[in-house]
């Protein structure tokens, strides 16, 4: 993948280049910004029609909006250009052309802990450099309140099994695959993570998924599969619903 990606990088004009490479960065921004605009007019559709959405268990409709807005995302950004232009994106540049290896399940704990050192410097750094960075603002997950046991089985299948998938095929798979056409490995990771980083919204929820990115589109790099990332994410994830819902106060002792 990566000597094809790189003769492909010398035969196509710097004036091309980049525009398929902005094209694509927004082109994943536009998937995501549709797909929220899309089910937010169904929300106003039903309740148009009388149908109201606030019986429904808060976590429940979290859950199944965080599935649909992945869904639909995938849908429009893959979908479209394949219905448009014929456009088709292949399995190689998904990273999906085979089934998780060995090497992906050891790599997984070892870039998690490479991740664990890098977001700790992006960190300080932003902590000292960035006027008003607050490492101790909470991330918005859209689940508050849990109580009962089948609310935190939703919110952990939705946070730690459904996002790193879908986050993973559509940033580390589609995204990086994409840009690997066009661009030399480190610029395409930078791209990828910069993006991953914005579309999350807040500043200290970004800087850290920004190191996250790093690493996981280094192992898709490596591995030329998206595997290794999914199962990193998968631990990231999980460390994360631990600390929010299941032991909240050992965040507050961390001083997160």
């Avoid at 599935?67 to 219905?83: F, M, R």
């Avoid at 997984?108 to 932003?126: R, S």
């Avoid at 902590?127 to 909470?138: C, K, M």
């Avoid at 089985?153 to 066009?182: C, D, H, N, Q």
Wanted: aromatic share 12%; proline share 3%; with cysteine.
């Amino acid at each position: 993948m990566s000597e094809n990606s790189s003769n492909n990088i010398h035969r196509k004009p710097f004036s091309y280049t980049w525009q398929k490479v902005v094209g694509l960065l927004l082109w994943v921004a536009v998937g995501f910004i549709v797909a929220k605009a899309i089910l937010t007019l169904v929300a106003f559709a039903l309740s148009w029609t009388g149908i109201s959405l606030e019986l429904v268990n808060q976590s429940v409709l979290q859950a199944i909006f965080a599935a649909l807005v992945y869904i639909v995302t995938l849908i429009v950004v893959l979908g479209v250009p394949w219905w448009i232009r014929k456009s088709r994106t292949s399995q190689e540049e998904l990273g999906l052309t085979r089934l998780p290896s060995w090497l992906d399940i050891g790599l997984a704990p070892a870039g998690f802990i490479i991740y664990l050192i890098v977001t700790a410097i992006f960190t300080t750094i932003a902590t000292a450099l960035v006027p008003g960075f607050d490492i101790t603002q909470s991330q918005e997950t859209g689940f508050a309140n849990l109580s009962s046991r089948y609310e935190y089985v939703l919110a952990f299948v939705t946070l730690v099994v459904l996002a790193p998938v879908a986050e993973e095929i559509l940033f580390r798979g589609y995204l990086f695959g994409k840009l690997r056409k066009y661009l030399p490995a480190w610029v395409a990771i930078i791209l990828t993570s910069v993006l991953f980083g914005v579309v999350h919204g807040q500043w200290n929820v970004g800087v850290d998924v920004f190191a996250l990115s790093l690493v996981l589109c280094s192992l898709r790099e490596i591995t030329g599969s998206i595997w290794a990332g999914i199962l990193l994410h998968m631990m990231k994830n999980a460390l994360a619903f631990y600390l929010l819902f299941i032991n909240p106060s050992l965040l507050n002792i961390m001083g997160g």
